[in-house]
């Protein structure tokens, strides 16, 4: 369990490391005082990437004390987290195709009812209610077009 | 300048232009509770409406809305750990941890009580500040600038309990500004190509992605309802009570956090953002207890409150001054005075005194009365967080990204919106930091430019630069937000050995 | 917004003016900001449209659109690709959202195969010192060894003003500083004043209210007359060549529209910029309406791409490396 956690961290900088040398490599393609300051930023982002990996792998080698549980997060189901990211992919997805007052009923209605396990009444109620609070509020009272959706359009 | 003060008091009395007052008021509220709406939207809305009024009357009704936006949006920062406007940012720290406690009513209590009062010490510095309005603006320059956006860097970047993440944290922000065309070289950076960003990432989708999104990807995860507690009673009105005799307690805190607020507000581009993050760092820094920042301490919710109210009095140093304005809810209100026949310069202040004091006190009555709405409504507006989070997270998402969407017609803003959601709740996850973040992001591009400046204007001699005065004073605070963490764990030590 | 033009109409009715009924617009017309609510265009779209939209027809309102990005070039970008059938119309910068073409960036629209409807507002730039100074004239600011301008980033209008006099000037040759990344016109002025340069240009509009204070000095003007009493043209003083420089405002349409089309939108424009309403309300707004017909409008943008042709080689970014 510790050692998972750890491996995490050990990841996360492993990434940040990455992305560092990634934008470095961009800053350089800036000419004159564009790549200026990303330059500078870009190798004091390393250093501290590489000082936070050194920290992570340091962490994993020697064992840990006990003394460090402490403050280690409650456990967390990766599962849920990628069903989260799923979701709001899918409603991502489906702003980007129909709009937003073709997506909101059904996303929310949707969303009630797979995750939510709500009644099919109290799933349509909330669902129609979103829609019409966004209805109301953004297209009566503001006057906005709201972006109908790329297979909406022309 | 007194009975121009009492003309301009009985002038807002007047039946026809409370109710204009009101009207601002109410669709600040509003619009300060939905994320992505805000100042800006609210006065680009009214605008067309007040083609057929006076000065006087437009200038009540803009005056309504800016007093009462931020206090609407600590009401979503609060409740949902989503700002309802930028500089309702910092007030999610330690608001929503006591949401999470089942405290949001000494939280609302003390935010609103802290607005209004700030808001009202903003008015005064501002009436202060007025006749010496030019002088202020004409003696901060680049030199100034660069300084003041790396003082707002280090301060808060010094204050981060895990140094080496909140600087991680900043360099991303910074690279996150960096994004779009930089018109002092004239080269497009990090856009792949992508036209949306031209103009460079937006602070309020990013805000919206990075802490209200992220909170519902959070929810999701780990389920419940937002607050925890069944304590009924600190909900009820007893718990605002609560929090108004809180905020009275530390009436340091607001009186620091609106000076800071009014002092920052006057920097444009700077705003209120920075104004409230700086003086939540201010606060944390200058505490002796400061465990409790950042899960709960009522400090940190007064402090940012206090000063995005003080800010509105600053602000409209530079708007009314020489016509710059310090924000785009500025920007639009600069539109509402040239509509009306003002036009803002050295000439305005001496020729429009009268129309002058009915913005303040305009500004004075809606923080005040925007107070009252909202602890009245609190009982109400709590219940939101009872709510079981199944139905909550969908809702909030969909209302933040249209919200996202509404600022700039942009479904780009969707998308950015979202992004952010995800790294901010991996960055929550594994403990990094986003309030510096955030910082580095509003201040990046300040400090970018402004460097750019100085070093042109002195021809690359920056030893000249020590000739600026304002550059000197800020360039010791920077020194100092650097030591200061030293000297408080020195003086501690001090004290641990002694006893 | 919706609500009082349609009572305008009616109104309009009411006293017995006639239109003329055309099959063109039957629905509402749109007239793309390219930039945020509040600003200059802004306000001229807006005391412009309603009137637009009477003499367009009896039914006809025409909605301001704000569509701002990229410096004005994503509103143009859409206008430029909307459908030519009438109902999508842009406000354009004159010279300003043709600079990135003529500096020779990509650009996704060409403004020369718009269809121009008619120009609105035209102001002139003035060259401007600190009030507190001794430049007096355009010599003795010639007479300077250090000269720093002070302008808004590259790209600007502003910035490309200023290079175009200095060249005019002769001042290139002593090599001057351009502080050029100012948010706004506004704060380089406030920079002016403050001493972070000694030189700057603007457009009268902007410096109007700080040559009125004394903040600040007029040297010169461009364009045949100038409205500052005492300050001479550019041509007066002898730079004719530097008359053209100038801003605009008009009203332009999609590439490829039908004659039949474009007669009627010019018709009703000029009759709109000629109606007292539309100029009691373009006086609230601060416009500086000098208006051009559709033809003329388009044969002017010809001409100002050939004057910023020539002086094509110190457009360049002044500090780009």
Not at chain 2, 213 to 222: G, Q, R
Not at chain 2, 473 to 489: C, E, N, R, T
Not at chain 3, 151 to 170: C, E, F, P
Request: hydrophobic content about 50%; aromatic content about 10%.
């Amino acid at each position: 369990m510790m050692a998972r956690r750890l491996n995490s961290g050990l990841v996360v900088a492993g990434l940040i490391t990455v992305c560092a040398v990634l934008v470095l490599v961009a800053a350089y393609s800036y000419q004159g005082i564009s790549g200026t300051f990303p330059q500078l930023v870009g190798w004091i982002l390393l250093g501290l990437a590489l000082l936070e990996l050194g920290m992570q792998v340091n962490a994993v080698i020697r064992p840990a004390d006990p003394g460090r549980s402490a403050d280690e997060p409650e456990a967390v189901s990766v599962v849920k987290e990628l069903k989260a990211f799923g979701w709001l992919g899918i409603l991502l997805l489906a702003l980007y195709l129909v709009g937003f007052l073709i997506s909101t009923p059904l996303y929310v209605f949707a969303f009630l009812r797979l995750s939510g396990r709500l009644s099919l009444a109290m799933s349509s109620t909330i669902a129609v209610g979103a829609t019409v609070f966004v209805y109301v509020v953004f297209i009566q009272l503001l006057k906005y077009k709201l972006f109908p959706g790329v297979l909406m359009m022309g | 300048m007194f009975d121009s003060i009492f003309t301009a008091a009985s002038y807002l009395a007047d039946g026809m232009n409370l109710l204009f007052l009101m009207l601002g008021v109410v669709v600040g509220i509003i619009f300060g509770i939905i994320p992505g709406l805000g100042g800006a939207t609210a006065i680009a809305l009214l605008l067309p409406l007040t083609f057929g009024m006076q000065a006087e009357q437009a200038i009540t009704l803009m005056g309504g809305v800016m007093g009462a936006v931020t206090i609407g949006g600590s009401i979503t920062a609060i409740l949902l750990n989503t700002p309802g406007t930028a500089p309702n940012a910092a007030t999610c720290f330690d608001g929503y941890p006591l949401t999470r406690q089942g405290k949001a009513g000494v939280a609302i209590g003390a935010a609103v009580t802290a607005s209004s009062v700030g808001g009202v010490i903003g008015a005064f510095i501002l009436i202060l500040l007025l006749p010496v309005a030019k002088n202020i603006i004409l003696f901060f320059g680049p030199p100034a600038y660069f300084m003041l956006a790396l003082l707002g860097l280090t301060a808060l970047t010094a204050a981060s309990s895990n140094l080496l993440r909140g600087l991680i944290g900043a360099c991303l922000g910074l690279f996150i500004g960096f994004v779009g065309y930089d018109d002092l070289g004239g080269v497009t950076r990090y856009t792949g190509g992508v036209d949306y960003l031209w103009d460079g990432l937006s602070i309020v989708p990013v805000l919206i992605g990075l802490f209200a999104i992220a909170e519902m990807l959070k929810l999701y995860v780990v389920g419940g309802s937002i607050a925890k507690s069944d304590d009924a009673a600190s909900v009820g009105v007893s718990g605002t009570f609560e929090g108004i005799k809180a905020a009275f307690r530390h009436f340091k805190v607001i009186l620091s956090g609106s000076v800071i607020g009014s002092v920052i507000g006057t920097v444009p581009g700077v705003g209120g953002t920075v104004a409230s993050f700086l003086s939540y760092s201010f606060t944390v820094q200058t505490s002796k207890d400061k465990g409790e920042f950042g899960k709960g301490d009522i400090r940190g919710v007064i402090a940012p409150e206090a000063s995005n109210n003080a800010k509105d009095g600053g602000s409209l140093v530079p708007t009314l001054a020489f016509g710059i304005p310090g924000s785009a809810e500025m920007a639009l209100f600069l539109g509402v005075l040239v509509l009306h026949g003002m036009d803002p310069g050295p000439m305005l202040l001496l020729e429009r005194e009268f129309t002058i004091f009915v913005l303040i006190l305009a500004l004075l009555a809606a923080t005040v009365a925007s107070g009252i709405i909202v602890l009245l409504t609190a009982r109400y507006l709590i219940k939101v967080t009872y709510i079981d989070s199944s139905i909550l997270i969908p809702s909030v998402i969909v209302v933040s990204l249209v919200g996202a969407y509404a600022l700039h017609n942009s479904i780009g803003d969707v998308f950015a919106a979202a992004f952010f959601g995800v790294l901010g709740y991996l960055m929550h996850r594994f403990d990094y930091p986003r309030i510096t973040l955030v910082i580095a992001l509003v201040l990046g591009g300040l400090m970018e430019r402004n460097y750019f400046q100085t070093s042109l204007m002195y021809r690359g001699d920056w030893s000249k630069a020590f000739g600026d005065t304002p550059f000197v004073i800020l360039l010791g605070l920077v020194v100092l937000a650097l030591l200061m963490p030293v000297i408080s764990k020195a003086i501690k030590h001090k004290a641990g050995q002694k006893a | 917004m919706k609500l009082t033009t349609k009572i305008l109409s009616v109104l309009c009715l009411a006293m017995g003016l006639s239109f003329n009924a055309h099959a063109f617009p039957d629905e509402d017309v749109s007239i793309v900001i390219p930039y945020s609510p509040g600003g200059g265009f802004d306000r001229a779209v807006r005391a412009f449209a309603p009137q637009f939209g009477e003499h367009l027809g009896a039914d006809v309102t025409v909605l301001p659109r704000n569509v701002p990005g990229a410096g004005g070039r994503r509103g143009t970008t859409m206008v430029y690709r909307a459908d030519p059938d009438g109902y999508t119309l842009g406000v354009i910068n004159l010279p300003g959202f043709a600079l990135p073409r003529i500096l020779g960036e990509p650009a996704e629209y060409d403004l020369r195969e718009m269809s121009w409807i008619g120009r609105l507002e035209a102001q002139t730039y003035v060259l401007l010192v600190s009030g507190s100074s001794d430049i007096n004239s355009v010599e003795d600011l010639q007479a300077l060894d250090e000269i720093t301008f002070t302008a808004t980033g590259y790209g600007s209008t502003v910035l490309a003003a200023t290079q175009i006099v200095a060249r005019g000037l002769g001042l290139q040759e002593k090599d001057p500083i351009y502080l050029a990344g100012y948010a706004g016109t506004s704060d380089s002025l406030v920079a002016l004043v403050r001493g972070d340069g000694n030189a700057a240009m603007a457009p009268v509009s902007s410096a109007a209210k700080y040559v009125e204070s004394g903040d600040l000095r007029a040297l010169a003007v461009t364009g045949d007359t100038s409205p500052f009493a005492g300050v001479p043209t550019f041509a007066e003083v002898g730079y004719p060549e530097l008359t053209p420089l100038d801003l605009q405002r008009a009203i332009a349409g999609p590439p490829g529209m039908d004659a039949e089309l474009l007669k009627t939108l010019r018709d009703a424009f000029n009759k709109t910029v000629k109606d007292p309403k539309f100029l009691e309300a373009a006086q609230k707004a601060r416009m500086d309406v000098l208006p051009l017909d559709g033809e003329a409008t388009a044969k002017s943008l010809e001409e100002a791409f050939e004057f910023y042709e020539k002086f094509k080689a110190d457009l360049k970014n002044p500090n780009a490396l």
